[in-house]
């Protein structure tokens, strides 16, 4: 490892060292009103990102899209009503397909991603707000422990993906769109998703068939995740940059912190809820 990468991994750690038990304590102190309002703060944050991946970079344009944001989660937390939120996350879903098909088609040579400054504004909207509805619906609904597992899902599937990929991996994922990407990562993903949802299957002593519909939930979430990182990898490459923003050390942006959650959110609240109900 360089000294570049030793800098990046030290930066990283210390990041995470300190925003982790931050919240850790947040999602299982706060009232699920209050969190919604913390979890619009990273939204309102990542959109002023996504602004800058549409191709705006001026201070007023970016700001401008973060306050429309900001208001689109106003609007929706004033007209709370959860089975109208469920149609969010279901539109979420779909769109998620639509976004495996643009993936998969530019990894064959085929560029199909939009190149509107407007067009990829409204589609910052069906990645930013679901992933919020999602995260407040899993809170309000099952409590902050739930959230709690599906970031920790999320976390552990990243870093079997990071350091797995490091030390075996051979085989390119979607070489045209991340390079360090590989199909050995993705194996370490899944199988510390597999670990991750075993131990807490087993640790809410979950009926047999509900875990094994649990674990392969969590499976699929893992997969979806992936999806999330790619698209936003996708969509930087477009801009030619590597960060969405340097607003946390040795992790980048916001987007590159969320951008696998934002997948994984409305995929995992839509099969969870029925399957504990």
Known sequence: MNKLNQKMLKQRLITAFILIPIIVWGILSL?????????????????????????WHTFLARSIYAIVNGIMLLIVYWLWHQPSMMHILLAACL????????????????DLMLTSKLLKAILGFFILLPTWVALVILHQHNGGQWVLFLLI???AADSGAYFIGKRWGQTK??????????????AGAL????????????FKALPLTTSILFMLLCLLTVMVSILGDLLESL????????????LLPGHGGILDRI????????????GLIPLLD
Do not use: N
Request: proline share 2%; net charge positive; with cysteine.
């Open 95 to 110: 769109w998620w397909l639509l976004a495996l098909y643009w993936v998969l088609r530019y990894q064959q040579g085929h």
């Open 191 to 202: 199988l510390m998703g597999l670990v991750v949802s075993v131990s807490y299957a087993i």
């Open 235 to 246: 969509f930087k490459r477009q801009v030619g940059i590597k960060d969405s923003g340097q």
């Open 173 to 186: 994922l979607a070489d045209k769109i991340s390079p360090g990407k590989t199909q050995e990562g993705v």
């Open 259 to 270: 951008d696998s959650l934002t997948s994984a959110a409305p995929i995992f609240v839509i």
């Open 153 to 155: 899902l999320i976390w």
């Open 31 to 55: 009232s699920s009103s209050t969190l919604a309002w913390v979890f619009s703060t990273f939204v309102v944050l990542g959109a002023w990102e996504w602004a800058g991946l549409c191709g």
